[in-house]
């Protein structure tokens, strides 16, 4: 199965494990997505409703309800109801941790990184 974030949902850490990809390397690939990012990112600041990312974020509603199956399959995320609404709230903290010392490592490089292509795309760039 190939992964593809550009699909709205893309693959998450459950679903990378299960393929037999390593935990840590599905944890990053599962916050490689832009999207997501955001969400976390966002989340980070306290609980929302699908309603205030979707304001917030400028996405669709099926976007973001999309994004936010996949981190709570990663088990990154969780949320509560009130009534008829559901408020999204971070399960894991030490994320924003992670996240910081990704931004310090990033500094110190000079934010020197490049997207390695997928495997088969160097030579259609190329030709």
Do not use: W
């Amino acid at each position: 199965m190939a992964i593809n974030s550009d699909d709205g949902g893309g693959r998450c850490v459950s679903a990378d494990i299960a393929a037999g990809i390593p935990p840590a390397a599905a944890l990053f690939h599962s916050l490689a997505d832009e999207t997501r990012l955001r969400i976390v990112q966002r989340l980070a600041r306290g609980e929302a409703r699908v309603v205030d990312l979707t304001a917030e974020l400028g996405l669709a509603q099926s976007t973001v309800s999309k994004h936010l199956a996949c981190l709570r399959d990663c088990h990154l995320i969780d949320y509560r109801a009130e009534g008829r609404q559901s408020f999204y709230s971070l399960t894991r903290p030490e994320l924003m941790d992670l996240l910081a010392s990704a931004e310090q490592l990033l500094a110190a490089t000079g934010h020197a990184v490049t997207l390695c292509p997928a495997p088969g795309q160097v030579e259609e760039a190329m030709s």
